[in-house]
Structures are given as C-alpha cells and as structure tokens.
C-alpha cells in the first residue's frame, strides 16, 4: 500500500479522512501522524493574554451587566415616519412652487362658452386645416 | 466552570448568580477572547464581541423559562462565534474602517510561552502561527469560522455543525476549501522540515 501524502495528512489532521489499516501497519507514516499531533498541540496552543486587559475587559462587562439597556426595538417606528414626513414636505414645497394659472373668471367663462356653442367637435378641426388654402 | 456547567445542565429553577456567572465568565473569557480575536483579526473589535458575547450568555441565562444545557461551552461559544459572523457581515459594508495596528495587538498579546526550549524555533513558531492567522482573512465567513473551530478549538465536524447551524457535509466542504486556500500556511506549519 502507499505512503500517505501531505495532503493525505492534512485532510485527517483536519477530521476530512478516516485511518485507514496502513496508517497503523506502516511504521514510517505512524511516526509521521504521531509527529504531526505534536506539532499540532504545540502549535494550536493558546498564546499568553496579559491579565490586566482580561481583568479591565471583565469591568466592563460587569458595568453592562447592570447598566439599563437602550432599547432601540421601541424606536423601530422612528424612521418610517421621519421617511414619510419628508415625502409629504417636499410634496408640499413642490405644489406650492407650481405656478397657478393667472385667468380672469371672464375668460375662463368665454372659453367655456365658445367650446360649449361649437357645433363641430374639437377633434376634427386639425382635418379642417388641412383642406384649408 | 465546573460547578456552573454543572448548573446550566441541570434545569435551572433559580437564577444565575452573579457570583456563579463571574466565575464561569473568567474561566471561559481568554478562549471566548481568542476565538473573538481569530475571526475578527482585530483586537478591539474582538473585546468588544467578547464583551457582547458575555452580555448575551447572562441575558439568555436569566430570562424566565431558560432551557437547561447539554453543554455551556459549546452554547457560549455559539453565541460568540454569531457575534463574530454577525460583525463580519456588518463590517463589509464599513470599507472606510482602518486596519488594525500591529503594535496595538502585539501589547495586549504576549508570545505563547512554548514547551520548547529552542528560542529559534520558538520564534519561527510564532511566526507561522501569526501567518496563519493572518491568512484566515482570504477565507470565506463560515469557511473561517469551521476552521477556527477546528483547529484552534479541536472541535469534532458534528460540533461545528451543531454550532453554524449547518449540516455536517456542508461543514466539510467548508473546511475542505479552507485547507486548499491556506495550502502554503500549512504547509510550513507541519511539514517545514
């Protein structure tokens, strides 16, 4: 049987492959697995963390422990409505910058009046035009 | 931890104590911090998670009808490594952020005092083990976080399954691409000689 390559190592260092019956018959590559979980304990080992950060670290999570919780599920709605009351305000600014159209009540009433006496429909007044010389 | 593990296995009909907490908390918090600092590779973020990570535990540990635990380590480090994947995700869209310094983390983090008595090979160790670490960043969210959990944690496929909420297969996937993308780090890590 073959040796087992690096790869073949990794991926059980790694829990990808199972040992197979040459990992345990195979002196060389048995020194080799015993080798690699060495490396790997002393590698993997957790490194030294200085006892005044972990101590300051602990007062800050007993300060939060007890420090009243912001609690911003309550303020969900805020945004919604802010997004709606600058729609409508802007709604707002944009009608009231519209000119309004500047028409005497007697004009408006003239139109009306000459729109209403015409026999013809508007429509057809463009093909009027046309047979026009 | 004993004594709490031991408390949060069984059903827990009273509350938490401060006490109790405080002293599961120190006995957890430098791995809680490790695993924090290893997927985030930021010291400050890393305490903070941490912090938050502890918050949560005590939050969930004293709400009303809290379910007893078949493992408190295991549960704690779920709630951290959420934290984690949580701020990750968060920080994609904080491109503005500035990289960590160096010399900040190297201050609150001393050289791990190895076995061996080479001074060499224990600085060449620290070297490969920094590498490493700083190689976790071209790997994907969970492709991090499984090999994390597997290799500086030595948790089982079924435990990182149980903990990213994945199924084992999915697991290993992740971690098979893990080991392909940090090939060289591994490399030099194991077989150097």
């Not at chain 2, 959420?82 to 968060?90: A, I």
């Amino acid at each position: 049987m073959k040796h087992w390559t690096e790869n073949d190592f990794k991926q059980w260092l790694y829990d990808l492959r199972d040992e197979d019956p040459h990992l345990e018959e195979c002196g060389e590559c048995r020194s080799e697995k015993d080798r690699l979980q060495m490396v790997r304990a002393r590698m993997t080992g957790q490194p030294e963390i200085s006892q005044d950060f972990l101590a300051a670290q602990r007062r800050n999570i007993y300060r939060r422990l007890y420090e009243p919780r912001r609690n911003w599920f309550t303020l969900r709605w805020a945004l919604p409505v802010a997004m709606v009351l600058v729609m409508v305000f802007g709604l707002t600014l944009q009608r009231s910058r519209r000119p309004a159209a500047n028409i005497s009540d007697e004009q408006l009433f003239s139109d009306l009046t000459a729109i209403e006496q015409s026999a013809e429909p508007k429509a057809i007044a463009p093909m009027h035009k046309l047979f026009e010389e | 931890m004993g004594v709490m593990a031991d408390r949060l296995g069984a059903s827990l009909d009273t509350p938490v104590s401060t006490r109790e907490f405080s002293c599961w908390m120190a006995s957890e918090q430098k791995r809680i911090f490790l695993l924090c600092r290893r997927l985030l590779q930021d010291v400050d973020e890393a305490d903070s998670a941490s912090q938050d990570t502890f918050l949560k535990a005590w939050q969930a540990l004293n709400r009303p009808g809290f379910n007893e635990l078949e493992d408190a380590g295991r549960w704690l480090t779920r709630i951290a490594v959420n934290t984690c994947l949580d701020r990750l995700r968060s920080r994609r869209w904080q491109f503005w952020r500035k990289r960590p310094n160096p010399d900040d983390e190297k201050t609150i983090l001393d050289l791990a005092a190895a076995s061996d008595p080479n001074a060499e090979d224990r600085v060449l160790a620290a070297e490969i083990s920094r590498r490493l670490e700083s190689a976790l960043s071209r790997l994907s969210l969970r492709q991090r976080a499984s090999f994390t959990l597997r290799h500086y944690e030595d948790r089982s496929l079924a435990e990182i399954a149980e903990i990213l909420d994945l199924d084992i297969g999915t697991v290993k996937v992740h971690l098979f691409r893990a080991i392909a993308k940090l090939r060289e780090e591994l490399h030099d890590l194991y077989f150097r000689n």
